[in-house]
């Protein structure tokens, strides 16, 4: 098996007029419910410039959220967009505030020519006073595409992860990507190798997605399951009928 260390995620938007046609019609239903729900409960979802204020309102959001993660990766990104910016790079946010004005959550993003770059991403997991039926990540991702469409960009950027997905990275990471529109591609990033072996050490659930074809996007992956089940059929749905990827499965019993 041949694939490469780090996955690109990108959400193309050529010919796409309305963001909620790159989620699926039950997730659009979703959505739209959400979105009610989180504006009559007082809240808001505003886009609005990345200013140093919004950065130090974000910061202590963003840490508390790293230092959840069992190998917390902390950055001082506040000094890195801080030095983007001073060079002209311009930066939006779709900033989620409640009733009283405070900031809750927020998707950070570079403006970048024909295309808009996801940089930073912090939302509650649950709202006070207001029950979901989809996370408001999704409601903010919707919120970002409509964005992108508005200023005519043809592409969005949606972040780089390792690859080996259950290992490296969550599993749900990809799965959540897939969901909102995301094609795998290989990055191009320094970091990114190209490994030819891997041993399933059958302690967990994985997927790997496999070396694509140049500059193409990744067309195949393999799911390897502890146990293959309706119920993990389900969980990993995204990726076992996406049209674009043929995904293989290896079960451990």
Same mark, same amino acid.
């Given at each position: 098996m041949i694939y490469p260390s780090h996955i690109t995620w990108k959400v193309p938007l050529e010919g796409v007029c309305d963001p909620y046609l790159l989620f699926s019609a039950k997730t659009r239903k979703k959505l739209k419910s959400a979105y009610s729900r989180i504006t009559f409960a007082g809240y808001s979802i505003k886009i609005e410039p990345v200013t140093p204020k919004l950065l130090d309102q974000f910061f202590p959001l963003y840490m508390e959220n790293v230092l959840?993660?069992?190998?917390?990766n902390i950055k001082n990104i506040q000094e890195h967009i801080q030095k983007k910016m001073d060079t002209g790079r311009v930066y939006q946010s779709v900033s989620l505030y409640d009733k009283d004005g405070v900031l809750k959550g927020a998707l950070l993003f570079a403006v970048l020519g024909e295309k808009l770059s996801a940089a930073y991403k912090v939302f509650p997991t649950v709202l006070e006073e207001v029950k979901l039926p989809i996370s408001v990540t999704y409601v #903010?991702?919707?919120?970002?595409?409509?964005? #992108?469409?508005?200023?005519?960009?043809?592409m969005i950027l949606h972040g780089m992860d390792s690859n080996v997905y259950g290992e490296n990275s969550a599993i749900g990471l990809a799965l959540f990507k897939l969901n909102i529109g995301g094609v795998p591609y290989l990055s191009s990033r320094p970091q990114c190798e190209v490994r030819t072996e891997y041993t399933w050490p059958m302690q967990q659930d994985v997927l790997i997605f496999h070396m694509p074809d140049h500059r193409q996007p990744i067309a195949k992956a393999t799911l390897f399951l502890?146990?293959?089940?309706?119920?993990?059929?389900?969980?990993y749905r995204p990726v076992l009928t996406h049209e674009q990827i043929d995904c293989t499965v290896v079960t451990g019993s």
């Open positions: 959840k993660k069992s190998n917390p #903010a991702e919707y919120k970002f595409f409509e964005r #992108a469409i508005s200023l005519g960009k043809t502890l146990q293959d089940d309706e119920s993990s059929r389900e969980k």
